[in-house]
């Protein structure tokens, strides 16, 4: 985030804070629980936001050199993404072109082969089928033609974005918009490693485990004996990119650049800015790193999801040593998640498939529900939520 701009929104945030105001979406809406529920609506999710849109499937720092690979399984698709001999991001489906077995089933590690458990047919790094055993045995057979699928992969301002179709158009440029794109370039993101992960399997709609992400509302009850003592709840500044947004939480130690030239200010002291990429991430960048959350649809149930938490660090923190304390940090933020917000989330879920309660309310101090619901709902054709002054 350009300096300037750090500085006009950690004021907006002050001044929010000494008026006891905060950001408003300029009415209310309500909001069908039926879209958490609805195993049609579920599976035009999955078709048109999952399979059918590009994923961001790491940072740069998830490949950190020629030869590292990380696996993908969250899709329908197996994806195995790799860094090539020469530094290239690329993608591939993980499935061996004999029989299809599944190629590599490691998360994340280096190779310079991926040899088929079945058969030992072997692959490369940029997906040539380099060994096959008893080839006099098996037959003639033309190796250009049974390389690894490949699947269209880009790395832009520390993303890797892979799209699940063959030869499908990708664009991130073009998916982020000029300004979201400047935004994310400055925070340098390629300067981050990968320090953990997290997987959580809920019972509860993806789309739920995003709302958690949309409002500060809830930091002082849901949160009072963990974030709250960290964030000011209940102010924030909300921006949107297109389909995308983003959120700035206030920072209790907003307070101290009260005393801190302006020149001095830095928008991690005083807010944890949140960035909604279309359709199911939240990138967290903050002092220490960032926290990257990914929510994916259960294939079967939409009730149900899995959420992936990963913790990167500032490669200069990475360097020097000993992060144990870092790791720490990182996990009790995760476990907040986990104990925290989803609990709300799975409940929820458990009233929405009750069928009792038709809507529920997203106030004037909640609009980035307002935006999600409403842009996903574009994307699919679905009449936006109604703007009220009032819910009667
Ligand atoms: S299925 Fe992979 S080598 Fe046979
Ligand atoms: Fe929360």
């Known amino acids: 985030m350009e300096h300037n701009e750090q500085i006009s929104q950690i004021k907006t945030l002050m001044a929010r804070l000494d008026s006891g105001t905060n950001v408003d979406a300029g009415g209310l809406v309500r909001n069908p629980t039926s879209v958490y529920v609805d195993p049609e609506l579920a599976a035009r999710e999955r078709a048109e936001f999952f399979d059918g849109h590009p994923q961001l499937v790491g940072l740069s720092g998830d490949l950190p050199g020629p030869g590292s690979f990380l696996t993908i399984d969250d899709l329908g698709v197996p994806i195995l993404a790799t860094r090539d001999a020469g530094g290239r991001f690329r993608a591939f489906v993980n499935a061996c072109r004999h029989r299809g077995v599944v190629l590599e089933r490691r998360s994340r590690g280096t190779a310079r082969r991926f040899t088929c458990e079945f058969h030992s047919w072997a692959y490369d790094g940029e997906g040539t089928l380099v060994g096959l055993p008893k080839e006099d045995h098996f037959g003639d057979i ?26 499908a158009e ?21 300067r981050l490693t990968h320090l953990g992960a997290d997987r959580y399997d809920v019972a509860c709609n993806w789309k739920l485990a995003m709302d958690t992400f949309g409002e500060t509302y809830h930091f002082n009850s849901l949160h009072a004996d963990t974030l709250a003592s960290v964030f000011h709840g209940n102010v924030q500044c909300y921006d949107t990119y297109g389909r995308h947004h983003r959120m700035l939480l206030c920072r209790r130690d907003i307070d101290l650049l009260r005393q801190v030239p302006e020149s001095d200010w830095n928008i991690t002291i005083a807010a944890l800015p949140v960035y909604w990429l279309f359709p199911n991430v939240q990138l967290m960048p903050n002092q220490a790193g960032l926290y990257l959350v990914r929510a994916y649809p259960d294939p079967h149930e939409p009730g149900r999801h899995v959420s992936r938490i990963t913790f990167y660090l500032w490669s200069e923190l990475a360097d020097r040593g000993d992060l144990r304390g870092f790791e720490q940090l990182a996990q009790g933020f995760a476990e907040i998640i986990r104990d925290e917000d989803y609990r709300a989330s799975a409940s929820q879920q458990t009233t929405a498939a009750s069928r009792r309660i038709e809507h529920v309310v997203f106030g004037r101090n909640e609009p980035a529900l307002h935006h999600y619901h409403n842009t996903y709902r574009a994307a699919l054709g679905m009449e936006p939520l109604e703007l009220l002054d009032k819910v009667g």
């Open 142 to 167: 033309d190796r250009d033609l049974h390389a690894l699928v490949e699947l269209p992969a880009e790395e832009r301002h520390g993303l890797l974005v892979v799209h699940p179709q063959v030869g």
């Open 170 to 190: 990708l664009d991130v440029g073009a998916l982020l918009g000029d300004e979201l794109a400047s935004e994310l370039a400055s925070w340098d993101l390629g």
